[in-house]
């Protein structure tokens, strides 16, 4: 199994352009979650999927922030435009849900995209 | 507002010494308890406990939950320089399986 697959690895851009981060969660996995890390604010929650569904959305920072999840095997997260405070570590994760209320299902996390906004 | 708090921040141990990282937490609704390392890259799963006073185990780590007093530990005996690497904690929450809290992380040591 290939895990959860983000690309690109690193990411350095100019203030104001366009910034999308892409992830494919391990197949079979029906949940997807992006998270942002930084020094100051620890690891969070920004956004996540059920069944490509947006569930909970409320950790999106702003406008600038949106994301997609056109099919099972493909999520985006875009930035646009692009601020230095947003230099940050994106994860992506993914986990499989059984439905209904249930304890937590674990996440398995993909690597990370390191993105530097200058 | 919901927090999880883990302490201490950082902690620089000798290989052999035994550490104990503490999370507290503050949320409505808890449903679990979830430890994770993370060394250069992602955070990797560690333990999840939903019940109190059943500690879990795996090698020379293991981890406890006090619902009554809102904390968890973790314990790492005989460390190894490998055990180095950031520590963090999180709480299930709500009525959803995505609300999950991250406390800062505690960052680990171990000097050879």
New interface residues.
């Given amino acids: 199994d290939a895990g959860v697959i983000q690309s690109p690895r690193h990411e350095v851009t100019e203030m104001g352009q366009e910034v999308t981060l892409r992830c494919k969660p391990i197949s079979g996995h029906n ?1 997807l ?1 992006w998270y942002r890390q930084t020094m100051m604010r ?4 920004l956004i ?1 999927f ?1 069944n490509n569904v947006p ?2 959305d409320s950790g999106m920072p702003e406008d600038r922030f949106s994301a997609k999840m056109p099919n099972a095997s493909f999520s985006t997260l875009k930035i646009q435009p692009s601020e230095p405070r947003d230099s940050a570590v994106y ?1 992506c ?1 993914s986990s499989f ?1 059984s439905g209904g ?12 995209t390191r993105l530097t906004v200058l | 507002e919901d927090k999880v708090v883990q302490s201490p921040l950082s902690l620089v141990v000798h290989e052999g010494d035994t550490v104990t990282l503490n999370c507290s937490y503050e949320v409505t609704n808890f ?2 308890l ?1 430890w994770y390392k993370q060394e250069k ?5 560690l333990f ?1 406990l ?1 019940s109190s006073g059943i500690e879990k185990k795996s090698g020379r780590l293991s981890s406890i939950l006090d619902k009554k007093e809102l904390f968890s530990i973790l314990n790492i005996t005989a460390t190894q320089t490998g055990d180095s690497a950031i520590y ?1 904690c ?1 709480v ?1 929450y709500g ?11 505690t960052k680990l040591s171990v000097k050879p």
């Fill in positions: 949940s979650f620890g690891l969070e929650l996540y059920n569930i909970d994860f994760a849900s209320p249930s304890a937590y299902n674990e996440q398995f996390f993909g690597p990370g | 449903r679990s979830l890259k992602a955070p990797t799963f999840m939903t963090l999180a299930n009525g959803s399986q995505g609300n999950l809290i991250f406390g800062k992380g």
